[in-house]
């Protein structure tokens, strides 16, 4: 298990970085090094191991003193919860969820420092139609399921301008995945955990997929598969 944590929280680093370097246009292996991105200046190695990395630095960089956000290790602590409560010995069942995983922390990763989510990357979430359990399926039903999601949540989007077609889109394709009760579950755990940072900084505009991320981690720890 402990071996399993290690590949799977360095392998969420990594998903971090490529969610950071595609937003600046950037390619995953260049820069050739990481470097703070208050004072640019190249991490050391210490300071890039996960999670003990951000302890060390006490959420700091070590050489601006900028403070460093916090979504970084509990995104990586959140790997190693998920890892140690859904693996199993079954290899098919392993890729899978690392597969899930790692396309939601891209997805947080990318909506969390600009707002923004590259649609392809949702593909990342369809092995779980492999493990999750649908009662019935019926291409009709789905169909104007979606149908009617999909106009009621363009319509908030609409009212509101809160909605991002981002988090739309994420919804959508939850539903398709789940079904209708795991996405209002989803949701209704995303938005509160969302709420919490949004009293606290009550003038900014906080993204939602990180929220419905882990809120989506969360109803699968406690799905049976």
Request: glycine share 8%; aromatic share 12%.
């Amino acid at each position: 298990m402990f071996i399993n944590c290690t590949i799977l929280t360095t392998l969420g680093s990594f998903v971090t970085l490529c969610g950071q370097r595609q937003l600046n246009n950037q390619l995953p292996w260049s820069p050739k090094h990481s470097v703070c991105d208050f004072c640019h200046h190249p991490l050391s190695w210490w300071q890039l191991i996960p999670i003990l990395g951000f302890i060390i630095q006490r959420g700091r960089c070590h050489w601006c003193d900028a403070r460093i956000s916090a979504f970084f290790p509990i995104s990586e602590l959140t790997v190693i919860l998920v890892t140690v409560k859904t693996f199993s010995s079954s290899w098919s069942h392993n890729l899978i969820f690392t597969i899930v995983i790692l396309t939601l922390l891209y997805l947080s990763t990318t909506d969390f420092i600009s707002q923004v989510i590259y649609p392809v990357a949702l593909i990342g979430l369809f092995p779980l139609l492999l493990v999750l359990p649908r009662q019935s399926f019926s291409i009709g039903k789905l169909m104007v399921e979606l149908v009617i999601m999909g106009l009621f949540l363009f319509g908030l989007q609409h009212i509101t301008k809160g909605l991002g077609t981002g988090d739309i889109e994420f919804i959508l394709v939850t539903d398709l995945i789940g079904g209708w009760e795991l996405t209002t579950q989803i949701i209704l755990i995303g938005c509160l955990l969302t709420l919490i940072p949004a009293l606290i900084k009550r003038n900014s505009k906080l993204p939602l997929i990180p929220g419905l991320a882990l809120g989506f981690i969360l109803r699968l720890l406690f799905c049976s598969y």
